[in-house]
Each structure stands twice: as C-alpha cells, then as structure tokens.
C-alpha cells in the first residue's frame, strides 16, 4: 500500500486528508461534484438535517460584510427520510465519509434523527447544538455546559456511529463546553460555529437580513476560532476538528498546530468552489516542503514557550 502522508484518523474512521467541507456550505455536493472529484475530499459533511422537511428563513438571507458573510439561511433541507433514500446513494458512490449533521427543536428530534441515521451508511453524526440563526431549537442546547453535556448523553444513547458535538461560540468558556460534551460521550467535538452578528442599510435604516440578526463566518472570525479550538484541546482528549475561516493551506495549518484533528471548510466554497481542492494540493505540497512523514505531525504543536 502507498503510504499517504494526508490521511489522518478521526475516530476511527480513515481519512484520505484533513480536509472535510462544512455542513451548510456544500449541501450533498451535487453541484460542486460538477466542478471536480469529490471523493478528493477528506470528508462532507452535509447540509444540517431535520425530522421533516424544512423551508428555512425567509430572503434576504444572505449578506457579505468585511472579512466574511453573514447567513440567516436556516435549516432549510428535505428532511431525514429524503436525505436517507434519495441523496445519500448519490454520496455512497463517491467513496467518501459522510457526516451527517443533525438538527432539531427538542432532545426527541435529536435522539430520533441519531438512531434513524445510525441504520445508513453515514460514517458520523454531527450533533449542531450550536446555529445561531435558528431562533428556537438547538441554540438553546448548546449555550451552556449543563445543557451541553445532557443533549450529548441523551443523543449518545441512540448514536451507534462516532458521535461530534458541533459547539457554539457564543459561550462563556468554550473549554467547559468542550469538557461537557467529552463526559456527555461524543467521541469527537467541532469548532467554531458562525458568530452571532448583524448588518445594516445606513440608507434604509433597516436591517439586510428579513431574519434581523444571522451567523458570521468566513476569515473575521478565524483568530477566535483559532484561540477556542487551542482553548478546546488542552482541556479534552477526544479528537478537535477546527473551523472558522479556512480560505488557503496555511489557515488549516494553523488549526492543526493548535490542536485540531482536521478541518472543516466552509465559506471559501462559496467564495471560490474549488478552494476544499485547492486546500488538499497545497496541504500536500506543504507536507513534500516540510519533509514530514505525515500532516498529523504537526497536530498540536504550537510553541508557546
């Protein structure tokens, strides 16, 4: 076997490369599959699931702001029973990780959604406790550590496949976050989420988006995700994989010397939809530069001294 000095392992589950698209910016790569070879892919992680179809927030919903987007698209997507028959044969023949990431109103939807999904061939749920421009639901699970750690140990109940608990960081202390969904059971946890902002019309007097407030994300947020997943690594053991404004190479890097397992690209899809690839070449020619026998090496090793 050739070895591959990208491959990484997280939970178990082997990685061609760090690289993983993030839920909400990819959908089930129908569109980007066009562009390029998704089973390039590290992994997808697909568009936030619900028990029933859902519409998501009214337009506009989308907003560029300095240094990223704003998004108050919702939870729009089909619903489980769609996304289980219709769209995930499409990503089995891709040959590549699927991460379900799961959303609800109640613990019951969450619980649900896990078992039903557990029964695919999804490799991991993504538990999104964290979207912050849901106005009911999982925002209000993924606030606080006591709240953080009983959503986690109920959904691991039903989750037969790796569990991540997506956080949120509009926290208090992310590290006490990351500690509850450790001794809730997930095998895994991911950061950040979008940062909850606003924007508006200095002309019109109103906001730009229909649903007032929606989720930051792009390169604004990355030193705050930076600081929260080095935060996130020295207080757990499981495995961090990092988001928050990845655009090149280089910005993967820097999650993964603070700690992250691998990375999830979000935003750069929409500004470039080649940028997941892109990342994947340059992390590749990083590693030939460096000499390194594998990117792992390189997880976590941050000198602060």
């Known amino acids: 076997m050739i070895h591959n000095p990208l491959s990484v392992n997280l939970c178990n589950i082997e990685l061609k490369n760090p690289v993983i698209t993030a839920s909400g910016t990819f959908a089930c790569g129908f569109e980007y599959g066009k562009l390029y070879d998704i089973s390039k892919l590290g992994a997808i992680s697909v568009k936030g699931i619900t028990r029933e179809k859902r519409e998501g927030n009214p337009s506009p919903r989308i907003a560029e702001t300095y240094g990223g987007i704003l998004n108050s698209v919702g939870l729009q997507n089909p619903g489980v029973e769609i996304f289980a028959k219709n769209l995930l044969p499409y990503l089995e023949t891709q040959k590549i990780p699927v991460i379900a990431n799961i959303a609800g109103d109640t613990e019951q939807d969450y619980c649900y959604l896990a078992e039903r999904l557990s029964n695919t061939s999804v490799a991991m749920i993504e538990l999104n406790i964290s979207c912050p421009n849901v106005k009911e639901g999982g925002m209000a699970f993924g606030v606080k550590p006591d709240s953080v750690y009983k959503i986690t140990k109920a959904v691991r109940k039903y989750c037969k496949k790796p569990l991540m608990v997506k956080l949120s960081p509009n926290v208090a202390d ?8 450790e001794k809730g059971g997930a095998n895994a946890i991911s950061l950040i989420n979008t940062i909850k902002g606003m924007a508006v019309n200095a002309e019109t007097r109103r906001p730009i988006l229909k649903n007032i ?8 947020i990355k030193p705050i995700a930076l600081r929260m ?7 757990v053991k499981i495995p961090i994989v990092g988001m928050g404004g990845i655009m090149t190479a280089t910005d993967a890097v820097e999650f993964m ?3 992250a397992t691998a990375v999830q690209v979000g935003t750069a899809n929409l500004t470039n939809p080649l940028n997941a690839s892109m990342i994947i070449d340059e992390l590749r020619r ?15 090793q941050l000198i602060t001294e």
């Open 174 to 181: 992310i590290a006490e976050n990351a500690i509850a969904a």
């Open 229 to 235: 997943v080095w935060e996130a690594s020295r207080a």
């Open 286 to 300: 990083y590693v030939d530069k460096n000499k390194l026998k594998s990117i792992s090496d390189i997880r976590g």
């Open 213 to 220: 407030t929606g989720g930051l994300s792009g390169p604004a």
């Open 257 to 259: 010397l603070c700690g």
